[in-house]
């Protein structure tokens, strides 16, 4: 079975620096989708961005850009000068195949704060 | 981008009773969709795949019988949770996948007095 890690629950950032949370994964399977959500208070799941993993590199979406590192199974997420909007539980999310009706898994999530 | 809808966003109903929450698909066919259940600054934990013609598909440790789920149409998924007591209290959210991506609607809260 697949599991996601996220190992660290919290996480806090001050306006305008980078932060990096982290994501390990286990899978047995070659072809997959990790995705990185984003749910704000308001609970709404957003996703921020996402990766195949066919693909080497790296994909990047105005600010936030991951660390894909398919050997080592890890999935960083990067947040480049950080705002007050970016506060928000973060989950890391595998989905086994390109097979759009694939569920998804997902980490434990991660709380970030960001201060002024 | 695709719209999922859920309906009612919140609900309180007395125990003993129970709850339909909807979920569609706006814009788009879903021949399957995902029930999730969250608990206060805990992860999306899947309870099961609901398919479109056909029976949903459970995940382990969900009660069938507790949580039903009739996927009616292309556009719509409803979750019936039965005989509801206080510990089914939670946030619940469906999502739908289209090309690729899983779009998710924006969750019901369910408290069970």
């Known amino acids: 079975a697949q599991t996601v890690t996220q190992s660290q629950p919290e996480m806090s950032v001050q306006e305008a620096e980078t932060v990096t949370l982290s994501c390990t994964y286990d899978?047995?399977?070659?072809?997959?989708?990790l995705f990185w959500y984003k749910q704000p208070p308001s609970r709404q799941m957003i996703l921020v961005i996402r990766?195949?993993?066919?693909?080497?590199q790296n994909a990047t979406e105005n600010r936030f850009s991951v660390n894909f590192q398919k050997a080592a199974k890890s999935f960083s997420l990067k947040i480049s000068d950080s705002q007050l909007g970016d506060a928000a539980m973060y989950f890391c999310a595998y989905r086994r195949s390109r097979t759009s009706g694939s569920r998804l898994t997902f980490g434990e999530g991660t709380q970030l704060t960001v201060n002024p | 981008g695709a719209v999922v809808s859920q309906h009612p966003s919140w609900v309180i109903c007395k125990s003993g009773t129970s709850v339909k929450i909807e979920c569609r698909s706006l814009?788009?066919?879903?021949?399957?969709m995902f029930w999730y259940r969250q608990f206060p600054k805990q992860s999306l934990m899947l309870m099961a795949t609901?398919?479109?013609?056909?029976?949903?598909?459970?995940e382990q440790g969900v009660e069938k019988d507790k949580f039903l789920i009739n996927h009616a149409s292309l556009t719509l998924s409803t979750l019936t949770v039965t005989s509801a007591h206080p510990e089914d209290s939670s946030f619940y959210i469906c999502?739908?996948?289209?090309?690729?991506?899983?779009?998710f609607g924006e969750g019901s809260r369910l408290t069970v007095l």
């Open positions: 899978t047995s399977e070659s072809d997959y989708y």
């Open positions: 814009d788009f066919q879903a021949t399957t």
């Open positions: 999502s739908a996948p289209r090309g690729g991506e899983l779009f």
């Open positions: 609901s398919n479109e013609g056909s029976k949903a598909t459970y």
């Open positions: 990766q195949e993993a066919y693909k080497q």
